[in-house]
């Protein structure tokens, strides 16, 4: 009896201590998942014998490839042959009516005309310390019979061993308004009055006078000079500032400067001996 009542006080004992174990054991992360249906229902009165449901791999839905609109080639726009655009008749200008103006008439009887701010006396362009050019009266240059009658009389004067060559010919207005400053700068207003023409008021603007070898004093001792002075007349040419003739002409004595009047124009003047001023019966003051 004895032996019996031990051996049923070990049995629970031993029963109540496994299940004190089994509840013991430290719950693994995965085991705190809340059992499902399949887990239930596999339940068969005994232990617990969990079958997981079979995981399905999610099929993708095929995609079709995405159908391309075709895409037509672009037409080119036709291209029309191009329209000249119609020519319209060049249009002329207006051509300005030169403004004359009669000034009277010199104490030698020579009328005096101005067109378009152009002094003509006699009908000789002057261009002296009374009479003035506009700026804006620019020929271009040196004209051509200025030119063509230096190139005859440089040809005549080779023949009988003269070199002659031009060393300043046309120069504009602006040009002159440079030089006249210089000198005036150099050697004072009232000096260079003497040698050189305010703007304005210069023969080289008219594209009628040159100055040939040297603008040196010393020239006029030249061979070149003697020449010159004999000879220009028979080109259509006068020496415009002659010896002793400053007090008519404004200018001091210039062996190298000429001016062309034409050949008998130039020979009127150069044999009566008289200064452009004098002949003209006008002035050369500012």
């Not at 080109?235 to 001091?252: D, Q, V």
């Not at 008998?264 to 001023?277: N, P, R």
Request: hydrophobic share 30%; with cysteine; aromatic share 10%.
């Amino acid at each position: 009896m004895r032996k019996t009542l031990i051996i049923l006080f070990i049995i629970p004992t031993l029963i109540f201590t496994g299940c004190q174990k089994k509840n013991n054991k430290p719950v693994h992360p995965v085991d705190r998942d809340i059992p499902t249906l399949s887990t239930i229902d596999n339940y068969t009165g005994g232990a617990a014998v969990t079958t997981e449901a079979p995981i399905e791999v999610p099929t993708e839905i095929p995609t079709e490839a995405p159908t391309e609109t075709p895409t037509e080639a672009p037409t080119e726009a036709p291209t029309e042959a191009p329209t000249e655009a119609p020519t319209e008749a060049p249009t002329r200008a207006p051509v300005k009516k030169p403004v004359s103006i009669n000034r009277g008439t010199t104490s030698k009887g020579y009328k005096i005309v101005e067109k378009n701010g152009v002094t003509y006396v006699g009908g000789i362009l002057i261009a002296n310390k009374t009479y003035a050019l506009p700026a804006d009266y620019n020929p271009g240059g040196l004209l051509k019979v200025t030119r063509d009658a230096f190139n005859k009389m440089k040809v005549a004067a080779a023949k009988d061993g003269i070199d002659l060559w031009i060393c300043s010919g046309f120069r504009s207005y602006y040009t002159q308004k440079d030089t006249y400053q210089y000198y005036v700068d150099s050697d004072g207003r009232k000096n260079a009055d003497r040698y050189s023409a305010r703007p304005g008021h210069s023969e080289h603007q008219t594209g009628l006078a040159i100055d040939l070898n040297s603008v040196e004093d010393s020239f006029a001792n030249t061979a070149e000079a003697k020449w010159i002075e004999k000879h220009c007349a028979e080109y259509g040419f006068i020496l415009r500032y002659p010896r002793k003739g400053e007090a008519k002409t404004g200018y001091m004595y210039e062996p190298w400067h000429l001016r062309y009047l034409g050949v008998e124009q130039a020979g009127k003047v150069t044999k009566s001996g008289l200064t452009l001023e004098e002949y003209l019966g006008i002035t050369s003051k500012y």
